[in-house]
């Protein structure tokens, strides 16, 4: 969703705008819970909310290892057949961020005596979360606390934290408890259907042990049927006597340190925190597992675990910075999100990616479409490691999604609208179950990596068989009407404000591509082909539907309808919607939305960008404006999307609004639901505006197209890819581009329908003139906030939306 | 649903074929449930099941009151905006019929010691249940036993019983024990969505008292906020000394009467039997209340309610009775299916009437269309007072139904799928709020009622604002599009294998009468019309939307598409189709029953037969091939239809067919739930195929309409109507109809076209000859049973089906 009111002007800014970090200046007690997400580490497999060190205040503690669930009932007023009857929710592990400290007897809380500085550093080329406070007591004990917090990328179990307190001005008694809780209280959610269920206590304790400064808890699920370790470690470093204690109970191990400090010296404590999970392994293994995940830590040490850190991301923006003249918001954010994204898949290591990475509960810690088509394209070209393991989990889940399709008398594989661990958890079909166009985009993803990597293993061993079962759904789905017209009717697209309708063009277009690209891998691999049991004829009738595939086209308005009959729809009437009535879905019973003519989220307009080669480009900007005129953005996925579009039909300046939209829609908190975690696929977004948008950058069959064109608010644009074993650069700037080959044998490039072989000499290339187009107008109230590069501008200016009118392309 | 098993030639029959009474000649414990529903008494105010005396053994215990409900709420695995939270569900209140007995110191069990003989009769002329027993006991002793049981439909409070026990052949001891049995237990009903939810224990005693013979119990639900007291007064007439004691507890009272017994003599108790429900008057009150109806049915007496009960029934008879001679079968079950609406609708008075009537709880006790589209037409042109009583109902709730309109975002009032209330309880919104032709059924109901009566009064204080609101829901939920068609998009028709779809043929010709005939009655009562807020521009408004409603039409195939489309979609894989896999609902999910040409139940079929002047003779005869070869009846409302229309397209013997499934559905539990009540919609059936199809009767504007026509299976159809105070007598014979006017003013009728005004003269008409056309097939193993009329004949064929294609019409 988008809401106007999260990005006004008069609103101070919470994080201070720098190219490569996220600073929070001071603590905002309002925006705690958002801080929480937005300064969430995570390596993919573990992943620790920005909570503060003691706890307290919290918005929403939050520890959680990728695809570690508890499982729930899914009630219905009325069952079904084929209803799946168990949910999946991500829970919050045992949180071993908790150090707490007495001073002087006094536990140390910004809520009370006076905090007179209070700075947090997300460091996106560290990979650290750095906190500096100094504070006085109730009873006037000033004192300087630092710390330091990692989610490892190279041990993947392997959490640190380096605490320091020393005393300002005079002598202090000084006690740190570093801690582990399990089944810690969480605040009530709210009944917002987007929040996670709420699930108390869900651990059940197995075993507690301490020893020296270590402690091990180890838990399992009550219903869902995995454990879980988390153990804690400690180097302590102070001057003179320090007395150091360890317990522990079933849901609590303490480490506790008390010591005496004279001004000058200065009590370290670096903890390192261990997880490990499992739904089989026993519990003395995992237990060992965690002390070992422990002692190797300790091993490598603080210094040692930084300099790991480092030269990962080191690499990693080798591959994947993106540079943004004259925006500095969105260079900051589409850095913030490149990292996050890093995050949520460095090293998920066949689990999947969720909506929110490790970054909070929302939608249940759930994977959905999302990652296939906003998320892994960015990491298809920047780390294309973490897009084969996400695929490569999805191939772990096909005997689910066969068993999925055979409930729903299907052939292939029905993978799920959203889930956890593989099976169907989502409890409202016809924007669930009929939404199978996520087998085409899982195909799609599976297309994009293998002719991005020509990685020949992952094609034979997880693409092809992927492949293979999304097309005989597709084949199985849809069927040849008395003309011979291959249709697919009752299915729902990527706009959840239509439902079960027939032939929505993006799915008929993106199973057209998934029945011809199977059949084209299948005939690469004959052999392989024929250990799945596709016969020639098989490869054939996905041939044939795919060349019979029905696309509806609305003659009369010279439009394409995003589905069969959309077009006849009635209008929804915007100008009668107040304000506050957004989310419509929160507002408008389903009923109303469906049969009407408006629109949550690009549906049409990402079939225009997925599948752009099915529409001419007078098509393309006819359709733009019309879909433009019905979009609200009610979901977050939206933005990117017609932010990309919009530069391909020459519309700049709303696509660097969009692009704003997308880019902040967490550091701004625009959908006000930051609190539950980060919006990945919007975190992608931010990529996908400046390289597929401003970039033009489209990807197929062994050739990098671009079609790079600036807005007025950006005066250069740079940004690196991986393809094909190549690491390229491209630098746009209003008058030209330049391709330079930084790595790599060398790549077919096309710039604006020119090819050419990029070897070890750059390439300039001069950018087309664009003819202006008038703007197309949004329904009133949902104009995205235009861009404005000077911060003190937006401070000034009047309500948002009122300009962007008057601002032509 | 249908079910071919449960008419199984090899099933000995269950009940005798008498043409006024339904004998069960022997006890079948295997069909006790069943029993409990075809023998209910029920004023349409109280129902008792035919439960026996003694309690048990039971299929389901079951006494109810019209509208005393328990709420309960609505889970949903993803909530949505405007989803019902509560729910509401009938429930099994306070049980009066039990009578225990004692027969020297062991209880009467059928299940022990020897059952001799055990008949029961329900006899239709003199509204009861009779039940007759001789038994001896594990011990020796023999008793005959007989009860006679009535539901007074002159008393509307009132229920009594005659029991009466005598020793065979040597002197017994023997204890009567006469109760009130609040919370009974109940069986579980198992997950079958469509039977009531299970509600223990809903009643909270408020009051006990026993006094002489009589007791009273009262007591409240504890969600609902309603009140009962169910009363018993007994009449004891034994020889000699007999001991009489009342006692009573908040969930029991009892009444023992203990005596001994010669041969010859017999112990004689009569039960007067009592109830109230309120939800607003207090417990004294009711008491009081339940106290005054006890001694009004105690001065009638035993004898005098028995005759008030016979006069009541002779008089409906007179306007109500059909003959059929040929089918004795159809002849049984059309007097019963009568009996049994009368019985549903007699006394509810401004309640509404539930589609088991009060017969069983299945379907939660809630009323649907089925009533006004179904059951309401029998009763205008049979028993009219209780027709208009039902809308009256509709019309006491319409502020509810407004409300749920503001809810949804319309105009108007948008009426419950299902409900008690009035309250919408569907917890599915697909097949219930978007259901929305029930608005429509209800006008029609109501403009069926006008022109069969031309009740003035009720036309203005009921007729018209149900009307007005109605109208105003269609003319907001449709639009015109750009060429000024009028659409009513994304609802769904009666046909529950299709949901959500464009322009539904059926609720675009009902919503169109709709329009046109309430700015007809505004233009009929310009006073009220302007009371209800309605100008001249909104009937206008109302009668261009109806000229310019689409009614879509295939015309490559030649035939009307149910809903814009649905000719597109693909068939239904019938012969891949497993026999056990019907009703579908239960085997396929709903994604793939909506987006396949298959039909639950008659959708456009019903569309003829209800707004016939819509399409041609020859449209008719082509449509109703097409769907008959994808109807496959899981709906136990589509057989009576297709009966009709089967007729009307002159498949004379298929309507026969149609007329034993839907005359026969309780009486051989062809849908195997008869258990949960009997379906009163086809107790209409019955009468529909006959009247409506073999008489071919259509009324509108003051016209009755027939189009006479005989299977070879019936050689004479009578049948008695009421119209306009007139009351006429059909007879049709294969060559001629005889037209009888029987009472009232004179009548104009119209016979296969031809109109004359029949006076106090018999008119005799020729029947016109009929041209054989080819029988129109139906999917593999979906076929009805063809129409035997000799039982012999039935015992001895092979499966069913099998010969249905080799019979012509």
Chains 1, 2 share one sequence.
Not at 366 to 382: A, G, K, N, R, S
Not at 661 to 676: G, K, S
Not at 761 to 769: D, F, K, Q, T, V
Request: hydrophobic fraction near 40%; aromatic fraction near 8%.
């Amino acid at each position: 969703m988008t809401d106007h009111e999260g990005r006004g002007a008069s609103d101070r800014p919470v994080y201070a705008v720098e190219p490569w970090c996220v600073r929070e200046p001071e603590l905002r007690l309002d925006r705690l819970a958002q801080g929480e997400s937005v300064f969430a580490l995570s390596n993919g497999h573990l992943g620790l909310r920005g909570n503060l060190d003691e706890g307290e205040p919290h918005g929403l503690p939050g520890s959680y290892l990728n695809s570690f669930f508890e499982q729930r009932p899914l009630p219905y007023a009325e069952a079904g057949y084929g209803y799946p009857e168990s949910g999946q929710t991500v829970i919050n592990v045992t949180n071993g961020k908790l150090i707490r400290l007495l001073v002087d007897d006094e536990p140390f809380d910004v809520r009370y005596g006076r905090l007179h500085e209070h700075e947090r550093v997300l460091d996106l080329r560290a990979g650290t979360l750095t906190r500096r406070v100094e504070w006085t007591s109730p009873a006037g004990c000033r004192v300087r606390i630092s710390s330091v917090r990692l989610v490892s990328l190279t041990q993947r179990a392997v959490a640190a934290i380096r605490y320091e307190v020393e005393p300002v001005d005079r002598p202090l008694r000084v006690v740190a408890q570093s801690e582990l809780v399990a089944n810690e209280s969480l605040p009530d959610l709210g009944d917002d259907p987007r929040v996670a269920a709420a699930l108390e206590s869900p651990l059940v304790g197995e075993e507690h042990v301490h020893n020296g400064t270590k402690v091990i808890l180890v838990h399992r699920t009550r219903r869902s049927g995995l454990r879980m370790a988390a153990g804690m470690s400690h180097e302590i470093d102070g001057p003179g006597r320090t007395a150091v204690d360890a317990e522990s109970s079933p849901d609590v191990g303490r480490m506790t340190v008390a010591t005496e400090l004279e001004p000058g010296q200065r009590l370290r404590i670096v903890k390192y925190l261990a997880y490990g999970w499992s739904s089989q392994r026993s519990r003395p293994a995992l237990h060992d597992q965690v002390v070992a995940a422990l002692a190797a830590a300790r091993h490598t040490g603080w210094e040692g675990l930084l300099e790991q850190q480092r030269e990962y991301l080191d690499d990693f923006w080798r591959g994947a910075d993106v540079e943004v003249d004259g925006d500095a918001e969105v260079q900051q954010a589409v850095r913030f999100g490149l990292f996050h994204i890093l995050q949520a898949g460095a090293r998920a290591e066949r689990r999947m990616i969720p909506a929110k990475g490790l970054t909070g509960p929302g939608y249940d810690g759930h994977t959905f479409w999302d990652t296939e088509t906003f998320v892994l394209p960015v990491l298809t070209y920047t780390h294309p490691d973490s897009a084969a393991d996400a695929l490569a989990w999805r191939h772990m889940t096909l005997p689910m999604a066969r068993e999925r399709a055979h409930q729903l008398g299907l052939a292939g594989a029905a993978f799920p609208w959203r889930t956890i661990r593989g099976q169907e958890c989502s409890g409202y079909w016809p924007a669930g179950t009929a939404a199978f166009h996520i087998n085409a985009d899982i195909a799609d993803a599976v297309v994009r990596y293998v002719d991005a990597t020509r990685d020949e293993r992952f094609e034979c061993e997880v693409g092809l068989p992927l492949l293979v079962e999304t097309a005989r759904l597709w084949r199985d789905l849809g069927h040849h009407d008395v003309e011979g017209v291959f249709r697919i009717d009752g299915v729902t697209g990527p706009d959840e404000y239509s439902a079960v309708v027939d032939n929505n063009v993006y799915t008929n277009l993106m199973a057209r591509r998934n029945l011809q690209e199977a059949a084209a891998m299948a005939m690469r691999h004959p052999d392989l082909a024929e250990r799945l049991g596709v016969s020639t004829e098989e490869a054939a009738s996905w041939r044939n539907a795919a060349a019979a595939m029905l696309v509806p086209y609305d003659q009369r308005l010279r439009v394409h309808p995003q589905s069969e009959g959309f077009t006849n729809h009635s209008k929804w009437d915007f100008a009668a919607t107040k304000p506050d009535h957004y989310p419509l879905l929160l507002n408008y019973p389903y009923f109303d939305l469906y049969r009407k003519q408006v629109i949550k989220q690009a549906d049409l307009v990402l079939a225009m960008h997925l599948c752009g080669e099915a529409f001419t480009p007078d098509q393309k900007r006819r359709n733009f404006d019309y879909y433009e005129g019905l979009t609200v953005r009610d979901s977050s996925l939206s933005a990117q999307t017609q932010a990309v579009m919009a530069a391909e039909v020459g519309q700049l300046d709303l696509a660097h609004d969009y692009l704003g939209e997308t880019a902040l829609m967490d550091l701004h908190d625009l959908a006000r639901n930051t609190r539950d975690g980060l919006h990945i696929a919007s975190m992608a977004g931010a990529w996908s505006g400046l390289v597929a948008g401003f970039g033009g950058m489209r990807a197929a069959d062994g050739c990098l197209a671009f079609a790079p064109r600036l807005p007025g608010g950006i005066s250069r644009l740079a940004f690196r890819l991986r393809y094909r074993h190549n690491r390229i650069r491209v630098t746009v700037r209003a008058e030209n581009a330049v391709y330079e080959l930084m790595e790599g044998p060398g790549i077919k490039i096309r710039h604006h329908g020119d090819e050419f072989t990029l070897g070890d000499e750059p390439a300039e290339r001069p950018i087309p003139a664009l003819t202006a187009l008038p703007r197309p107008a949004q329904p009133p109230g949902r104009e995205p906030v235009p861009r404005r590069t000077d911060p003190h501008l937006r401070e000034t200016e009047g309500p948002p939306g009122a300009d962007s009118l008057s601002s032509p392309g």
